[in-house]
């Protein structure tokens, strides 16, 4: 039997259709680029995420002369939060990038280490980000939330 997996997102033009909130929360992710280390890629991506109580947190990817040892933006910011406000969820995240000699005019997508990451978040807490997605100009990604991301993803319902 054949089945089949959809999901709603919109795609604006550009920012200025976002909420005052979300442009301001994807200003820091852009912001966040700045704060990464990748000397090794010349990829520079940053999130920014707010938490429930409002309050905002950035991350950014940090790279390794030992690869696979750097980290995305993503799983810095997730593991920021966890560790630093375990008991505030997180409720909108953005994500924006800069290559070193190109411009970022579409939006980003998580890798799938970290879509898997951002899955297990919402597991955790219960709760849906909604994920901004952008480059420095251009089209904007809003999806309703991780699990969009990773059809059939990994919940770990099946160890218990």
Do not use: H, W
Not at 44 to 59: F, K
Not at 60 to 73: H, K, L, R, Y
Not at 76 to 82: A, C, Q
Request: hydrophobic residues 40%; charged residues 20%.
């Amino acid at each position: 039997m054949q089945q089949k997996f959809e999901f709603v997102y919109e795609l604006l033009d550009n920012k200025n259709s976002l909420s005052f909130d979300d442009q301001a929360l994807l200003e820091k992710a852009k912001e966040a680029t700045k704060t990464a280390y990748a000397p090794y890629s010349n990829f520079y991506v940053g999130a920014a995420a707010r938490l429930s109580n409002g309050q905002i947190v950035i991350g950014s990817n940090q790279e390794s002369t030992s690869f696979p040892v750097g980290i995305c933006a993503e799983r810095t910011l997730l593991n920021s939060v966890g560790s630093q406000f375990p008991d505030l969820t997180i409720t909108t995240m953005a994500i924006s990038y800069q290559p070193r000699d190109k411009e970022a005019i579409e939006p980003i997508s998580p890798c799938g280490m970290c879509r898997q990451s951002l899955l297990d978040y919402e597991n955790r807490y219960g709760a849906n980000i909604k994920i901004i997605l952008s480059g420095m100009s251009g089209n904007v990604m809003i999806i309703p939330s991780a699990a969009n991301l990773l059809p059939f993803g990994f919940d770990g319902s099946i160890l218990k």
